[in-house]
Structures are given as C-alpha cells and as structure tokens.
C-alpha cells in the first residue's frame, strides 16, 4: 500500500505494544510566560516527562528545583518568555532555564545582578547541594542572548532527595 503523500514514508508496523521510551532519550522543552504561574506549568509539565520516562524517583528534587529555576528568572524580566529545557543524559538530570536577561557590561551592575540571582536560588541551590548536584549561570548561547541557569540532579542523590529529608514518601 503506497501513501497518498509521496514525501511521506509509509507508516511501520507497530509490533506488540508500545513501550515507554528510554530515560536515556529525555529531551524535552517547553516555553512559558514570564509571569507568577509559569512556575506552576513548568513544574506540572516536567513531573509529567519524568513519569512517562519512568523516572518518578526524581520528580520530588526535579519538581521543587524546576519551580524554582522559573520563579527566579521571570521576576528579572517580567513578561518575557523563559525557555525550559530538561535531558536526562549519563545518570543524570539536566534542567536549564533560558531568560532574556543579557548580562551587564558594567561590574558593579553585574555584580548587583549576579548577587539578585543568587539570592532568588537559595532553595534550589541547597536542594542541589544535597542530591549532590551542580548548578550555575552564564550567558545564554541561544539566538537573542540573555541567561542561561542550570542544575544538574544526578540519579542517586535526586531519587533520595525525600529520603534525606526525613519524609515518609516512598
């Protein structure tokens, strides 16, 4: 049977039932308004990539670090979108926010800027800190400038994150 759109290969067999894909090809982005309740979509939206990849471990960490990576940026350009960007890739998850605020030519504006961000991620830089991650900053490398922020949860310290907080979540 020939496809009646001759740039369209045709469709292949779907052999058993469908799997879920592999943690290892996690590469989702989403783009969100920089407004109060894009914190709240980013959250839902990555709690819900982590459980059709089958890492639902790391949702707690993942989940309260997404929130925070958005409510940070959007209050330093108010209205403008932020683009989310979320991988998992060797054992580890990668999320990274991208706002259109470029960085300062002048130190004393950078510095003031620098400090203001670092104070808007405290809780998700100890969240990090204790699922043994990394986390940063940096001008952004998509078109249009601005900054990128990042933290990357490794998969053990990411899926003991409640474990270590006392909680009694499984």
Known sequence: MSSPFPSCPPPRP???ECRPPEPDGLAC??????APYSAQIAR???RA???TYRLDPLAPAAVQVTGELIAATWHLEPGRS?????RYREDALRLSVYDGHAPHSHPR?????EARRRAGLRVMAAVVRDCGGAWGFGESREPGGGTRTWATLPHAGAAGYLRCQGSDLP
């Open 14 to 16: 779907v052999e058993g």
């Open 49 to 51: 990539v982590l459980h």
């Open 29 to 34: 982005s989403l783009t969100v308004p920089g």
């Open 82 to 86: 932020l683009y989310l960007s979320v």
């Open 44 to 46: 839902g939206a990555v």
């Open 109 to 113: 504006l950078a510095a003031h800027c």
